[in-house]
């Protein structure tokens, strides 16, 4: 069974930064996509940013952009999203997940594999 752990959350100032880590286990990772999540009180779970399987092609939501940065370490069986620019409505929970593809998804139901998420507040 793959499993998927976050960690790196915290509390942070508005215009800090933080780094969330992502180890995963049980499967081949390095051949498949890579993703973030995030999903604040009251809302949907939103798309973030997502890594092919080699770590050559990314995608990232509108909304965070310019600030967060995800990459990947095969060998180590890892993938970090980088934060930048925090603004209060970066506040959520984010999970991160292991897509059923090698190729970069921003649906949730393109993933099959989820992390228990760690809770990012940043406040103003």
């Known amino acids: 069974q793959v499993q998927v752990v976050e960690s790196g959350g915290g509390l942070v100032q508005a215009g800090g930064s933080l780094r969330l880590s992502c180890a995963a286990s049980?499967?081949?990772?390095?051949?498949?996509?890579m993703g973030w999540f995030r999903q604040a009180p009251g809302k949907e779970r939103e798309f973030v940013a997502t890594?092919?399987?080699?770590?050559?092609?990314?995608l990232y939501a509108g909304s965070v952009k310019g600030r967060f940065t995800i990459s990947r370490d095969n060998a180590k069986n890892t993938v970090s999203l980088q934060m930048s620019s925090l603004k209060p409505e970066d506040t959520a929970v984010y999970y991160c997940?292991?897509?059923?593809?090698?190729?970069?998804?921003?649906?949730?139901?393109?993933?099959?594999?989820w992390g228990q998420g760690t809770q990012v507040t940043i406040s103003s």
């Open positions: 997940a292991r897509a059923r593809f090698m190729t970069t998804r921003t649906g949730l139901s393109e993933y099959d594999y």
């Open positions: 890594i092919n399987w080699s770590g050559t092609s990314t």
């Open positions: 049980g499967g081949t990772f390095r051949n498949y996509a």
